[in-house]
């Protein structure tokens, strides 16, 4: 079973990153992480290096239980995550899974939520997020 809903407390939390994902030029992902092997200097790849409000947005989500739904199905946010109007109509519930699809997407494909912020699904999300508050 999922935690609560979130509180209008949680749902402002996340909506003060919207304005930053959403300047003109915004990127996610300000460059990678190398690690070097000591005894031959071959550089090794780690991941992608985030912008600091990325880090701090998926951090915040991943650590406030409200925002996660234990019940989410991969294969049916990706597909809602592709679709404007889904996510135009979409209630909190839904939003809780498409939100937690997209946290959990990093473990399974690193620079996942480089893409999210990239591509606009996370300010799509939240800009359903304000109006869903605006209408409480």
């Known amino acids: 079973m ?3 809903l979130p509180t ?7 909506l003060a990153f919207l304005p930053r994902f959403q300047e003109p030029g915004f990127r996610a992902v300000v460059g990678s992480d190398y690690r070097v092997d000591a005894a031959t200097g071959q550089k ?11 880090a701090e947005f998926f951090h915040v ?18 597909a809602l995550l592709q ?16 939100l ?4 959990r997407a990093e473990r399974f494909g690193e620079g996942a939520w480089g893409a999210a912020v990239d591509q606009g699904y996370i300010a799509a999300l939240l800009t359903r997020l304000q109006a869903l508050a605006r209408d409480a």
């Open 2 to 4: 999922s935690a609560a």
């Open 83 to 98: 679709d404007p109007d889904a996510i135009a109509s979409a209630d909190l519930t839904t939003l809780r899974s498409l």
């Open 100 to 103: 937690t699809a997209c946290q």
């Open 8 to 14: 209008p407390q949680d749902c402002a939390e996340l």
């Open 61 to 78: 989500l991943g650590a406030t239980p409200c925002w996660f739904d234990r019940e989410y199905d991969r294969g049916r946010c990706g």
């Open 44 to 54: 090794f790849w780690i991941g992608p290096r985030y912008h600091p409000s990325v």
